[in-house]
């Protein structure tokens, strides 16, 4: 072989090499209907029997055709005839590390949350590996539910071993994770100065992969000036990629931290509100912060919030479910997004939150503008389109990626194909419409991450999924029995902020003696 050509064969085969793994997760999906988003009008842009390919995990051709010109001959070809093609759900505030808990509290309320769930109380029930696992078996749960961007508030961050097995699981996942290490007090000599070293730690060893280390931050209120000064510091030097905090106002607002035992302490997640976060210098930084629920929001919070262009996460059912309620955030959705928040009391998935949300706030609003005078609405307050702009477009721009949550050339390729044929679908017209107020997550077919799919005709394509869910029902059952053994707190006299509890009307479904509310059957 002459010089000049074994040269040339060398090059190719580098190149081949190289390339390789662009040219295998490589897919056109095709002859679906794609709703994809506009930039420029901020609008979605819905194509009927398009295509669109994916290259190296990044959505690189839109078209109206369902079979374009110029994909590789080695492209994996996707047939989505009769198919929804969406972009995957972002959810802005969740904790995985609680999935172990599942069904414990159908009926519980935030004050015995706080006393019974939290992370507050949570060090003695849970070994590192029972953690680890909690918090893979909720990733995959999300996934399967099309949720393909989770910002998971680690507040399980009570000792160095602890911290590293909720970081690692997400990072073994192979999902979307914005972790954010949460920087709390605790009962064990693992504080916030040694966090932060941890944090270097993990920061200086991350993977190459989709999980992203971040901050989480609820002590703007009453922690040290100094303690708060060191958190934002390590955020602004190592230009962190996402800052979240908790947000909880009203009769929830504590000045001090008290122990709620001796063994146990208390994590507000109260405080920590927009004028607290500015004066620290972090709002107003280059680094996206989300406060989680932003209950009982004032008006120059909002003010701040969009002069600075951060965002708040809305979780409507945990918001409803545990009473801290959400009295003001309908009037900063333009700088709201989605969360899910406690999943192991409620939905896993963002669509049931956007579906929530949606019909709450058209209540809300139909109540203040035209009903209570006695006036009959002349249109709907709140559409669907921008309910899923809550549930995708939103949670990207919240987390600072202008790529993440649309379907757009250059956008990652995180899609979730919908069964247009299912008997929740079947005669569809508007797309947007179908998911929103029909589809459930029984309807997703598959869903991809970073143009892989992570489920596949229904399945999640997981290894070893079977071991997982033998390893999470081995620890759920164990922390479970130990819960189950422990009589619920008393909700009498006053809270742990001071505030005093008070009597609830119960709903009654039951003609006759009896309400119908009956126990929890655990």
């Keep these: ?109 935030l004050a015995e949350y706080a006393n019974r769930y939290s992370a507050s109380v949570a060090l003695p029930l849970f070994t590192p590996d029972d953690l680890y696992i909690s918090q893979l078996a909720g990733i995959y749960e999300a996934q399967a539910a099309g949720v393909t961007t989770i910002l998971d508030h680690a507040h399980h961050t009570w000792t160095k071993d602890h911290a590293s097995a909720g970081w690692k699981a997400s990072v073994d996942s192979n999902a979307r994770v914005f972790f954010a290490y949460a920087f709390m007090n605790t009962t064990t000599d693992f504080q916030v100065p040694q966090q932060i070293e941890h944090w270097r730690e993990l920061a200086a060893s991350s993977p190459a992969n989709l999980s992203t280390l971040c901050i989480a931050y609820d002590d703007f209120t009453d922690s040290p000036e100094a303690i708060t000064k060191s958190v934002v510091d390590l955020a602004k030097e190592s230009n962190v990629p996402v800052f979240t905090s908790h947000q909880v106002e ?107 949300w949606l019909q709450r706030v058209r209540e809300h609003l139909y109540g203040a503008t035209v009903i209570d005078r006695w006036q009959i609405p002349n249109g709907n307050p709140m559409s669907v389109n921008q309910a899923f702009l809550l549930a995708t477009r939103n949670g990207g721009l919240a987390l600072g990626r202008d790529d993440l949550g649309i379907i757009a050339v250059d956008a990652v390729a995180d899609i979730v194909v919908w069964d247009g044929r299912s008997p929740a679908l079947l005669g569809w017209s508007d797309p947007i419409a179908a998911v929103i107020l029909h589809a459930s997550v029984g309807d997703i077919e598959h869903v991809l991450v970073n143009g892989e799919f992570v489920k596949r005709d229904r399945k999640l394509v997981v290894k070893d999924y079977s071991e997982v869910q033998d390893r999470f029902l081995d620890a759920a059952k164990r922390i479970q029995a130990k819960l189950k053994a422990t009589p619920l707190p008393t909700q009498v006299g006053n809270f742990l902020t001071g505030f005093p509890y008070g009597p609830v009307q119960q709903a009654d479904v039951q003609r006759g003696q009896g309400t119908g509310y009956g126990p929890i059957y655990i």
Aim: with cysteine.
């Design 1 to 109: 072989m002459l010089p000049n050509m074994q040269s040339f064969y060398s090059f190719w085969l580098l190149y081949a090499v190289a390339f390789a793994p662009f040219a295998a997760s490589s897919k056109l999906l095709t002859g679906g209907t794609i709703i994809a988003f506009d930039k420029t009008s901020g609008l979605f842009n819905v194509i009927r029997g398009g295509s669109l390919f994916i290259q190296g995990g990044r959505i690189t051709l839109i078209s109206e055709s369902h079979s374009p010109p110029g994909i590789p001959e080695n492209a994996e070809v996707v047939n989505c005839t009769d198919k929804i093609i969406t972009p995957g759900f972002v959810d802005t505030h969740r904790h995985g590390w609680q999935t172990v808990y599942k069904t414990l509290g159908s009926n519980t309320t």
């Design 250 to 356: 009203g009769p929830w607002l504590c000045k001090s931290i008290r122990p709620i035992f001796p063994q146990y302490y208390l994590i507000k997640v109260v405080g920590n509100t927009p004028e607290d976060i500015f004066r620290s210098g972090l709002l107003n930084s280059s680094i996206p912060v989300v406060i989680s629920h932003a209950a009982f929001l004032t008006a120059r919070g909002a003010q701040l919030l969009r002069d600075t262009n951060q965002h708040i996460s809305t979780t409507p059912e945990s918001e409803m479910h545990y009473g801290h309620t959400h009295p003001s955030s309908h009037l900063i959705m333009d700088q709201g997004s989605l969360g899910v928040d406690t999943h192991f009391t409620f939905s896993t998935d963002i669509l049931t939150q956007a579906r929530i």
